[in-house]
Structure formats: structure tokens, C-alpha cells
């Protein structure tokens, strides 16, 4: 199992920043990829950025140049810096791991953390 928990969101002006975190534990060895995930009310939740083993790395074009994904492996934490943020960025931020075990996928997520960004 893998259990996966956020921070770092509030509130924050059109123009500003914020890092989100995701603290890993349990058997975070075998994770082959590493994610960050939004949902906005009323939308459907839609992949960030995405952080394979190999290492590859995949964002969304409307948060290009300005989201960084990276990850701290001596931390064991999974890290989203928003910069120059708008107000189409507001939405729960969830963390997201995936591994292959004996052939199968599994998949996890953490409880999601609250982006809000005032114009």
C-alpha cells in the first residue's frame, strides 16, 4: 500500500505562488509514476503534470512554464510549484502515484488539497 497526503494549498492572488507537497509512505519503492491532478467544481478532473521513473515529464499546455514538477526522493515528497497562477487554476489538487505489481496496475491518491485564486 501506499498512503499519499497534501499540503500547501490556500489562497492566493491572480500573479502568485504556491507549492503543494505530497508525503509518500509504505511501499513507494515500486511506484513507477508520480502525478498531480485538479478538479474545479463542475468539471472533470484533469492531469497536470506527470512524473515518470524513466524520468519523464508530461504537463498540461495551459500550465506549461509556469507549474514545476518535481520530487525529493531523500523526502520521499512529491512537489507541485504554481507560479504566476490565474484563476482557471482554482481547484482540488490531488497527488497521485502508480505501480505494477505481478501485472497489474494499481493506482492512489491522496485526499486532495484546496487551490483557490482570487483575480
Not at 511501499?27 to 524520468?55: C, D, H, M
Not at 518535481?70 to 504566476?84: E, G, H, S, V, W
Request: glycine share 10%.
Amino acid at each position: 500500500q501506499v498512503q499519499l497526503v497534501e499540503s500547501g494549498g490556500g489562497l492566493v492572488q491572480a500573479g502568485g505562488s504556491l507549492r503543494l507537497s505530497c508525503a509518500a509512505s509504505g511501499s513507494t519503492f515500486s511506484i513507477s509514476g508520480w502525478g498531480w491532478y485538479r478538479q474545479a467544481p463542475g468539471k472533470e478532473r484533469e492531469l497536470v503534470a506527470f512524473l515518470s521513473s524513466n524520468p519523464n515529464i508530461n504537463y498540461r499546455d495551459s500550465v506549461k512554464g509556469r507549474f514545476t514538477i518535481f520530487r525529493d526522493n531523500a523526502k520521499n515528497t512529491l512537489y507541485l510549484q504554481m507560479d504566476r497562477l490565474k484563476p482557471e487554476d482554482a481547484a482540488v489538487y490531488y497527488c497521485y502515484a502508480v505501480r505494477w505489481l505481478q501485472g497489474r496496475q494499481y493506482e492512489y491518491w491522496g485526499q486532495g488539497t484546496q487551490v483557490t485564486v482570487s483575480s
